[in-house]
């Protein structure tokens, strides 16, 4: 059985895998776009649209608000940090480059992209992209620990911490350990890619794109090619790892069959994308914060000795670093609850500040009746998501479970 | 309590102060006070009587009795009476203490007063500029009789450089400008957020970039039957509420009323327009928070609304029906059934969006408990419409100051309870559903008989008023009329719904995220005004170019054209 055919080996994988990645992702950019457009009765623009508007972008002007270098650089360095991932994303089969422990080097550069976004925003200095570039930094902080996780769980089944050694046992494994971790994955997928309902940092509605709102030109173009590249990105990742089956020998059929799979998740995010209004940015943490207590470790039979105390999930995962290959705790650790905290300078540190103690368990002292409205929020997003569509669907008026009393009353 | 107890009261209390009393009719009482006792007596009406504050009207009136009027205009909701008092001020010391304090609804009206007019309002607490522009000369004011229409001053004149004082910021927050251009903002207006990481701390707010000088146009380049084709224009989505409102107000004025088949017509067409402003703003609503499936939706329902509407007066907005007297057009009987065919239609499908709406809970979790205003907050800064209906008061101008049909039938008054945005939403999505209702109702019930009054004066004399209140979408909207010779008003004063409910935004969004800001703002659906034309300028040779309306429609036919070629 040859589950872990690589892609290709050395440079004409790379190759691939840039194809596939980057090149597609505008492609099933283009295919949400129609998707969306369909459950909104409307035509919608042509499938490449999404490369009509990167190649408009990339001849337009680039008009800057500072020759700052950070400014400059953060486009190519998001755009560049995706490339670099892409060549160790698995398909289905190995990735283009892949090598022991390549599944922590993956989950290092996976926060590259977002860093450039952040720095980027922050140093453009307009308000509105300092806000969103510290949206970004709490999504990235709540929903990576919940993907780590999600993907340390599957290192530990597999006894690897290579993407090739985790694809050979998956496959022939299911358990529900892998399964939970998958859910968790599915669910922070959403964020991780920016879509409804937790597109805060970007919110056009609220803050103007956030940290793109000084940007124009090339460097929009290479900033939304990163977005697109990262869908597509962690939508193979979550397929090859968490939806193997039925794994077939040949390497091609094995990609084809993993992009077939990728376009069903894309769907499925599409449509949650859809029928969902923006959450706040206090709601989503609550929302990844309850996800990631969720991935139970304790179904991870071998950790259960000596554990220290668990009720945060944090805690957790440092200390399942710890279990599974003695490496330090990664990305984690900085939002590991308790210990010294800097002085709140500036915004930016104050939502670190206040990322710590979402993640650390602490309850947020946020809002007027926060805690009950984001307890209602949670959960229901994907069964509300089906609900709606069937409720506003062209033909309409079915799915009426939630009808409002005095409205049937009068309408009778 | 009856206008004569009332006078009786006010008499009791103030004694003298109390120099004169017109009564128009039963319901609507004119009292003349001494300029010394307007706060004692405002207050009084407010605190003691239960009255809402509605607006302050000034008028010039030095060539007739030689003294600027300042009449406050106060609504007793439960007695369904208007009661109006007025001050006249000397031209050479034009001051008048300000009810602010006391009355807090008057905020901006007291500003506006010194902006137009030029009477002081002693002791406000925020004398700041309100409508006209900051480069406008000091000492010049528009409302004025000696002020010509269209006799404006230069572009570039002594104030050329002068800016808007703005608060300043408070200590440790920075500013987040939103406006005068923003996604969301669809008109010009300006709001600067102090805020403290996303949590808005305190606001500013500046409007009226695009003030159109429509009250100037009213009392001294147009006549009464030109007016309500102006008045229609001054809201593009609800232009019909002031058309009827100022028509309801003249007729009223003149002494006379329009038919009952004409008050019929108009009700059905504010409420086709409570249907598709309500559906509008939820399209809106939706994509302020990012659900475009809501706005796609909600504006698909909307068409055959649009399609009723030009059935019945030609026009899908802006209908130019209204005339003093009566209305221009029927409705033939023979659409009649195919307008209630529509009407059922647009029954099932709106029923069917706003059952998918409020049974949302995501979207509920996200309105809920955000922009709170309570009952006794919403009393104060005496906000109108769905705004004060969501705060649990069931305050209706069609129920409160019934006109035109809904006399005979009367609207249900949808109130909800939790005082959030979401309360607000509830609101609006109900009463569509009730408009709807209403409209079926009234199809069926309308009377035979003509559309226009025959008793219409040949003169009008001066010194006239009458007061009225149409429920527009997002509020009352009031219009004043005082007659004057020259067949046009002497002061015709216009109050839209969201001059009141925008006071009340600083307090909505204390302490909220920037999130919460623009679905804060849009759960009021504010209305600021709307502009008719384009400018393009080309930044690098400096040429510009007006788009007029011919322009923007051809473009936009060929757009049409080219999407239907694809």
Same mark, same amino acid.
């Given at each position: 059985?040859?589950?872990?055919?690589?892609?290709?080996?050395?440079?004409?994988?790379?190759?691939?895998?840039?194809?596939?990645?980057?090149?597609?992702?505008?492609?099933?950019? *283009?295919?949400?776009?129609?998707?969306?457009?369909?459950?909104?009765?409307?035509?919608?623009?042509?499938?490449?649209?999404?490369?009509?508007?990167?190649?408009?972008?990339?001849?337009?002007?680039?008009?800057?608000?500072?020759?700052?270098?950070?400014?400059?650089?953060?486009?190519?360095?998001?755009?560049?940090?995706?490339?670099?991932?892409?060549?160790?994303?698995? @398909?289905?089969?190995?990735?283009?480059?892949?090598?022991?422990?390549?599944?922590?080097?993956?989950?290092?550069?996976?926060?590259?992209?977002?860093?450039?976004?952040?720095?980027?925003?922050?140093?453009?200095?307009?308000?509105?992209a300092y806000v969103g570039g510290s949206r970004e930094m709490m999504v990235m902080l709540s929903v990576e620990p919940v993907m780590s996780i999600a993907l340390l769980v599957a290192a530990i089944k597999a006894q690897s911490l290579t993407f090739a050694g985790i694809l050979e046992r998956s496959a022939v494994e299911p358990s529900i350990s892998m399964g939970v971790a998958g859910l968790a994955f599915l669910l922070a997928l959403q964020a991780q890619v920016g879509k409804l309902p937790f597109d805060m940092p970007e919110a056009e509605q609220e803050i103007m794109e956030g940290p793109f709102i000084e940007r124009s030109g090339p460097g929009m173009a290479l900033f939304r090619w990163a977005m697109h590249a990262r869908l597509m990105i962690f939508t193979a990742l979550l397929v090859s790892i968490f939806i193997p089956w039925p794994h077939v020998a040949n390497a091609g059929l094995s990609m084809l069959l993993t992009l077939a799979k990728m376009a069903v998740v894309l769907a499925l995010v599409g449509v949650v994308d859809v029928?969902?209004?923006?959450?706040?940015?206090?709601?989503?943490?609550?929302?990844?914060?309850?996800?990631?207590?969720?991935?139970?470790?304790?179904?991870?039979?071998?950790?259960?000795?000596?554990?220290?105390?668990?009720?945060?999930?944090?805690?957790?995962?440092?200390?399942? @670093?710890?279990?599974?290959?003695?490496?330090?705790? @990664?990305?984690?650790?900085?939002?590991?609850?308790? *210990?010294?905290?800097?002085?709140?300078?500036?915004?930016?540190?104050?939502?670190?500040?206040?990322?710590?103690?979402?993640?650390?368990?602490?309850?947020?002292?946020?809002?007027?009746?926060?805690?009950?409205?984001?307890?209602?929020?949670?959960?229901?997003?994907?069964?509300?998501?089906?609900?709606?569509?069937?409720?506003?669907?062209?033909?309409?008026?079915?799915?009426?479970?939630?009808?409002?009393?005095?409205?049937?009353?009068?309408?009778? | 309590?009856?206008?004569?107890?009332?006078?009786?009261?006010?008499?009791?209390?103030?004694?003298?102060?109390?120099?004169?009393?017109?009564?128009?009719?039963?319901?609507?009482?004119?009292?003349?006070?001494?300029?010394?006792?307007?706060?004692?007596?405002?207050?009084?009406?407010?605190?003691?009587?239960?009255?809402?504050?509605?607006?302050?009207? *000034?008028?010039?009136?030095?060539?007739?009795?030689?003294?600027?009027?300042?009449?406050?205009?106060?609504?007793?909701?439960?007695?369904?009476?208007?009661?109006?008092?007025?001050?006249?001020?000397?031209?050479?010391?034009?001051?008048?203490?300000?009810?602010?304090?006391?009355?807090?609804?008057?905020?901006?009206?007291?500003?506006?007063?010194?902006?137009?007019?030029?009477?002081?309002?002693?002791?406000?607490?925020?004398?700041?500029?309100? &409508?006209?522009?900051?480069?406008?000369?000091?000492?010049?004011?528009?409302?004025?009789?000696?002020?010509?229409?269209?006799?404006?001053?230069?572009? *570039?004149?002594?104030?050329?450089?002068?800016?808007?004082? !703005?608060?300043?910021?408070?200590?440790?927050?920075?500013?987040?400008?939103?406006?005068?251009?923003?996604?969301?903002?669809?008109?010009?207006?300006?709001?600067?957020?102090?805020?403290?990481?996303?949590?808005?701390?305190?606001?500013?707010?500046?409007?009226?970039?695009?003030?159109?000088?429509?009250?100037?146009?009213?009392?001294?380049?147009?006549?009464?039957?030109? &007016?309500?084709?102006?008045?229609?224009?001054?809201?593009g989505i609800c232009g019909f509420i002031h058309s009827s409102c100022y028509c309801e107000t003249a007729e009223e004025a003149m002494g006379i009323r329009a038919p009952r088949r004409a008050r019929y017509i108009r009700s059905l067409m504010l409420e086709v327009e409570r249907i598709h402003s309500h559906l509008l703003w939820l399209g809106i609503a939706g994509h302020i928070i990012g659900f475009d499936t809501v706005l796609m939706q909600a504006w698909r329902v909307r068409e055959p609304i649009m399609w009723l509407c030009e059935k019945i007066t030609g026009n899908r907005k802006t209908y130019g029906m209204n005339l003093v007297g009566g209305v221009r057009r029927d409705i033939p009987k023979e659409v009649q059934p195919e307008l209630l065919e529509v009407v059922d239609k647009i029954e099932k499908e709106t029923v069917a969006i706003v059952n998918a709406v409020i049974g949302d809970t995501v979207l509920k979790a996200r309105l809920s408990g955000v922009g709170m205003l309570p009952e006794e907050k919403a009393k104060e800064l005496?906000?109108?419409?769905?705004?004060?209906?969501?705060?649990?008061?069931?305050?209706?101008?069609?129920?409160?100051?019934?006109?035109?049909?809904?006399?005979?039938?009367?609207?249900?008054?949808?109130?909800?309870?939790?005082?959030?945005?979401?309360?607000?939403?509830?609101?609006?999505?109900?009463?569509?559903?009730?408009?709807?209702? !209403?409209?079926?109702?009234?199809?069926?019930?309308?009377?035979?008989?003509?559309?226009?009054?025959?008793?219409?004066?040949?003169?009008?004399?001066?010194?006239?008023?009458?007061?009225?209140?149409?429920?527009?979408?997002?509020?009352?909207?009031?219009?004043?009329?005082?007659?004057?010779?020259?067949?046009?008003?002497?002061? !015709?004063?216009?109050?839209?719904?969201?001059?009141?409910?925008?006071?009340?935004?600083?307090?909505?969004?204390?302490?909220?995220?920037?999130?919460?800001?623009?679905?804060?703002?849009?759960?009021?659906?504010?209305?600021?005004?709307?502009?008719?034309?384009?400018?393009?300028?080309?930044?690098?040779?400096?040429?510009?170019?007006?788009?007029?309306?011919?322009?923007?429609?051809?473009?936009?036919?060929?757009?049409?054209?080219?999407?239907?070629?694809?």
């Open positions: 059985m040859n589950v872990t055919a690589q892609m290709l080996s050395g440079i004409p994988g790379a190759i691939l895998a840039v194809v596939v990645f980057v090149g597609l992702a505008p492609l099933a950019e *283009g295919l949400l776009r129609k998707l969306k457009a369909i459950v909104h009765s409307r035509q919608g623009p042509p499938i490449i649209q999404p490369y009509l508007d990167l190649a408009k972008l990339l001849i337009k002007e680039d008009l800057a608000p500072c020759t700052n270098w950070i400014w400059r650089m953060a486009p190519a360095l998001c755009l560049g940090g995706t490339i670099v991932l892409a060549l160790f994303t698995p @398909l289905g089969v190995r990735p283009a480059f892949g090598f022991s422990g390549d599944i922590l080097v993956f989950i290092y550069l996976a926060a590259i992209p977002s860093i450039a976004i952040i720095l980027g925003a922050f140093a453009s200095g307009n308000p509105y029928v969902n209004p923006r959450l706040r940015i206090d709601q989503s943490m609550a929302y990844y914060a309850r996800i990631g207590g969720r991935v139970d470790l304790r179904h991870c039979g071998r950790l259960r000795k000596d554990r220290p105390d668990d009720h945060q999930q944090t805690e957790r995962g440092d200390y399942l @670093l710890q279990g599974g290959q003695g490496h330090a705790a @990664l990305s984690l650790q900085t939002a590991r609850p308790g *210990g010294e905290l800097p002085r709140p300078r500036d915004r930016g540190c104050r939502e670190v500040h206040r990322v710590r103690r979402v993640c650390g368990g602490v309850p947020l002292p946020l809002h007027r009746g926060h805690r009950s409205v984001s307890r209602q929020a949670g959960p229901r997003v994907l069964p509300r998501a089906l609900h709606l569509l069937r409720a506003l669907r062209r033909g309409l008026p079915r799915g009426r479970r939630h009808r409002h009393p005095g409205i049937r009353d009068r309408h009778q | 309590m009856t206008s004569v107890e009332l006078i009786g009261k006010l008499r009791e209390k103030f004694g003298a102060a109390i120099q004169d009393v017109c009564e128009l009719t039963p319901s609507k009482v004119r009292v003349e006070v001494a300029p010394a006792s307007v706060v004692p007596v405002c207050e009084a009406l407010y605190r003691d009587l239960g009255a809402r504050f509605l607006i302050t009207a *000034g008028i010039d009136s030095r060539a007739v009795r030689g003294c600027f009027d300042v009449d406050h205009i106060f609504s007793l909701d439960p007695d369904k009476m208007f009661v109006i008092v007025r001050a006249s001020v000397p031209p050479e010391r034009a001051t008048l203490d300000s009810i602010t304090p006391r009355v807090p609804a008057a905020f901006w009206a007291e500003r506006e007063l010194y902006d137009v007019l030029g009477v002081k309002a002693e002791g406000h607490p925020d004398p700041r500029r309100l &409508i006209m522009p900051d480069d406008w000369p000091e000492g010049l004011f528009p409302l004025r009789k000696d002020v010509k229409y269209g006799d404006w001053p230069a572009v *570039g004149g002594e104030n050329a450089d002068a800016s808007y004082p !703005w608060k300043p910021a408070p200590e440790g927050t920075s500013t987040v400008v939103v406006g005068p251009f923003f996604p969301v903002l669809e008109e010009p207006a300006q709001l600067r957020l102090y805020v403290d990481g996303e949590r808005v701390v305190d606001c500013d707010y500046r409007g009226f970039y695009s003030h159109r000088g429509i009250e100037k146009m009213g009392d001294s380049a147009l006549t009464y039957n030109e &007016i309500p084709f102006v008045a229609e224009r001054i809201c005496a906000v109108v419409g769905p705004t004060v209906r969501g705060s649990n008061l069931p305050l209706d101008a069609r129920v409160d100051h019934p006109y035109a049909a809904y006399d005979e039938i009367p609207p249900k008054v949808i109130t909800h309870p939790d005082c959030d945005n979401w309360a607000r939403v509830v609101v609006r999505l109900e009463e569509t559903i009730e408009s709807i209702r !209403w409209i079926r109702e009234g199809l069926k019930q309308m009377p035979d008989g003509p559309i226009m009054a025959s008793d219409i004066p040949e003169d009008i004399p001066p010194e006239q008023w009458g007061v009225f209140v149409v429920e527009a979408p997002r509020g009352e909207a009031i219009h004043y009329v005082v007659t004057g010779g020259d067949n046009r008003p002497a002061r !015709w004063r216009v109050r839209a719904p969201t001059y009141q409910n925008l006071q009340a935004l600083p307090y909505l969004i204390e302490q909220e995220t920037i999130a919460d800001v623009p679905i804060t703002l849009g759960s009021m659906d504010p209305c600021f005004s709307c502009t008719e034309r384009t400018e393009i300028i080309n930044v690098r040779s400096g040429e510009s170019k007006v788009l007029d309306q011919q322009e923007l429609l051809r473009l936009s036919r060929e757009a049409t054209e080219r999407l239907r070629g694809r």
